[in-house]
């Protein structure tokens, strides 16, 4: 089991070993003098295992600058660091020296938790030394201080070995060594189990792993729940136990391949989960192999597809439609690069210059082909690159296969991001017959006038439909453009929590038995808010992205709104506790209201989040509500950092990126508030805040009352 976990978690982590995380990066770039020496600090316990010529260097920095602050915490960690460095050379006498320095100033600064740390590190190499260099001696120069920080099962085989074999010391220290050994490679093996398998339950994805014989001999919670069956229902079984024949003697057939050539395997399949729908999966595979190198089975991840399988066919019905209505369209277009290539033409435009067909077509250019420049349509198509502007006109032109026809043309650039235009669409139309029609119609006055009323109306109306469609264009860059830089921060946003999960396992991973099993727990509690805050994230994006997409259905009911604020509140209470902050309640039992239930939850579970990320421990967040005509007014009140005038103006807006740090460092994104803006407003409602800096805050927001 360890070895295939190890796998797993190697390919994930190894691009980023050699990283510094961006905090760290961060201090020492702007941070105070102490922030600096508690991040060199942290870079030399990093590189420890890894580099410790670097580990070495890191650490003097810190205690140089631990010893220009005053600053004792910082000054014991730089010490028990380079202490660490001298150990793992073999430099125990130093080590020694550096580990007591560090000891005693931990118990200067009574830091209980560093004291523990310090004292087993400085006994176990204190055993070392003398059990390596004064095997005869070793049992006169144990103290009872240091027999103190050794576990009691050490002590007593240690005191025991020594009343009762002093003849034969040398075989008894042998005999202990190995047994704490064996004691701690026990201990260790199996929290590092329990560890990785609790690293492999928190991956959102099924994981398994299966012997020679193709049986399952371990799993995480999502295969569980993928099956409908427990781990003891999985563990022994083959792929036929729970699939058809065909699609198990297709997993048996990879397994078989992957198990022989020890390569990756990937490939696509439709398999039947425990919820009784057909999923698309990706299931992916690798063998592990012993430290000889001897393949001992294999690990696979499922991951499920199904969505991106429905994106792709509405993707494709959406060309096919789009391809479609260009192939089919009465009028002729054209799309050709900056350079005036032809990139592709439709089939009514073969037909207005009787082109045989596209490739002939296209070997033409619009900038140096002479029956074009002759024509004037070159001019036009250059006025409009340099211009930038739409152009319209029309002409006469005879085509390369001899084809005469009156045109009239529509040139319309279309710019990338950065400004510059790289494609031009060209709209035809053949007006030849109207032109004929005119030099007809000039001999009848009347005839004559109807004519150029029509011709005049049907120009007005294009240049009115050119106008509303490059109105509608405009508008529509600058949404994708607004949207795309929205979802750029999105996206480094929800980079960064899984950066720091990567570095902590990391560290875990490299580190594991330097670390207290209270540190250990912090970091794993460290690591559950990380996910915690991006799954609140993804939460956020995915109602936003329905919201936007129309998925989103709103359905409004009477509501109690008291009802609906108690709920919110006791989600939050375990929060408010950890951070020593009031809840109190102020909703009136009679406020109803006519909303969509998920809607309202929402936003007072994103706008309570917001105040106890920004209020600090002895604060108080209030929800309180009242009425304000045919609304009731609901208010979630805080007695936190507040916000300045500045900030205000930056909130709930979707094209500026806003984002501010909580008390306890929280991280956030701004997209809570936008959601919370849109899901107010589609209510019927609005939302706003009144904030003074240093004061509080209190995010306000109406809905319609109901009517019973």
Request: proline share 2%; aromatic share 8%; with cysteine.
């Amino acid at each position: 089991m360890k070895k295939a976990l190890l796998i797993l978690f190697f390919c994930v982590f190894q691009c980023y070993s050699n990283a510094i995380p961006d905090s760290i990066g961060l201090k020492l770039k702007s941070g105070s003098a102490i922030e600096k020496a508690d991040a060199y600090n942290r870079l030399s316990f990093t590189v420890l295992y890894v580099e410790k010529e670097k580990s070495f260097n890191y650490a003097h920095k810190a205690l140089s600058i631990s010893d220009k602050e005053n600053y004792l915490v910082g000054k014991a960690e730089a010490l028990f660091n380079i202490g660490r460095v001298y150990a793992l050379s073999n430099s125990n006498t130093l080590a020694a020296e550096y580990f007591m320095q560090s000891l005693n100033i931990y118990k200067k600064i009574r830091q209980d938790k560093n004291i523990r740390v310090n004292s087993d590190f400085y006994a176990d190499l204190m055993l070392r030394q003398e059990l390596m260099t004064k095997t005869s001696e070793s049992h006169n120069l144990i103290t009872e201080k240091e027999l103190e920080v050794m576990t009691k099962s050490h002590k007593n085989m240690l005191i025991i070995l020594l009343i009762s074999a002093i003849v034969i010391v040398p075989l008894l220290i042998i005999i202990l060594l190995n047994y704490i050994s064996k004691r701690k490679r026990a201990i260790g093996l199996t929290e590092q189990n329990q560890f990785l398998q609790t690293l492999l339950d928190s991956i959102p994805n099924p994981i398994f792993y299966k012997n020679l014989n193709f049986s399952f001999v371990g799993c995480n919670s999502e295969l569980e729940k993928m099956l409908g069956k427990k781990k003891e229902e999985i563990i022994g079984k083959n792929a036929a136990d729970f699939y058809n024949v065909d699609i198990a003697d297709k997993m048996n057939q990879i397994d078989g391949v992957c198990l022989k050539s020890g390569s990756i395997q990937q490939y696509d399949a439709s398999l039947t989960f425990a919820d009784g729908k057909i999923h698309e999966t990706l299931i992916t595979k690798t063998a592990f192999r012993d430290n000889k190198g001897k393949v001992e089975g294999l690990i696979g991840i499922i991951i499920d597809i199904t969505k991106i399988r429905e994106l792709e066919n509405q993707i494709k019905i959406k060309e096919e439609y789009y391809r479609l209505m260009f192939e089919n369209a009465p009028v002729g277009i054209l799309l050709a690069d900056n350079e005036g290539n032809i990139i592709d033409v439709n089939p009514a435009l073969l037909t207005i210059i009787g082109s045989p067909s596209q490739e002939e077509t296209k070997k033409i250019n619009l900038l140096t082909f002479s029956l074009l420049i002759q024509s004037g349509f070159s001019e036009k198509f250059r006025l409009c690159l340099d211009s930038g502007k739409p152009v319209v006109a029309e002409l006469y032109y005879k085509s390369a296969w001899g084809k005469e026809a009156f045109l009239h043309i529509n040139l319309n650039p279309y710019h990338s991001n950065n400004g510059i235009i790289e494609r031009i669409q060209l709209m035809v139309l053949d007006i030849s017959e109207i032109k004929i029609a005119e030099q007809k119609l000039q001999l009848l006055i009347e005839e004559l006038q109807n004519s150029n009323l029509k011709i005049s109306s049907y120009a007005e109306e294009l240049q009115s439909a050119n106008a509303r469609l490059l109105d509608s264009e405009a508008h529509l860059k600058d949404a994708n453009a607004t949207k795309d830089k929205f979802f750029s921060i999105i996206s480094h946003d929800l980079k960064n929590p899984f950066n720091v999960l990567l570095n902590y396992s990391n560290l875990l991973s490299q580190s594991y038995q330097d670390f207290t099993e209270r540190e250990k727990v912090e970091l794993i509690n460290d690591m559950k808010h990380s996910i915690e805050s991006t799954l609140r994230l993804v939460d956020n994006l995915l109602q936003w992205s329905r919201s936007q997409t129309g998925v989103l259905k709103h359905n409004p009911d009477i509501l109690m709104l008291k009802e609906i604020a108690v709920t919110n509140l006791y989600m939050a209470k375990t929060a408010a506790k950890s951070k020593g902050i009031n809840l109190d309640l102020d909703v009136n039992d009679e406020h109803l209201v006519f909303a969509d239930q998920n809607i309202v939850t929402t936003v007072m579970r994103n706008l309570i989040s917001n105040a106890l990320k920004f209020t600090p421990s002895g604060g108080t967040i209030t929800v309180l509500s009242h009425e304000s005509g045919d609304f009731v007014e609901v208010e979630i009140r805080d007695t936190g950092v507040g916000i300045s005038d500045k900030d205000k103006e930056k909130l709930f807006r979707i094209d500026v990126h806003h984002t501010k740090i909580g008390t306890n460092k929280e991280m956030g994104t701004g997209l809570g508030l936008i959601l919370c803006k849109e899901f107010i407003e589609k209510s019927g409602g609005r939302i706003w805040v009144e904030s003074r800096l240093g004061k509080g805050t209190s995010f306000k927001f109406t809905l319609p009352k109901a009517e019973l």
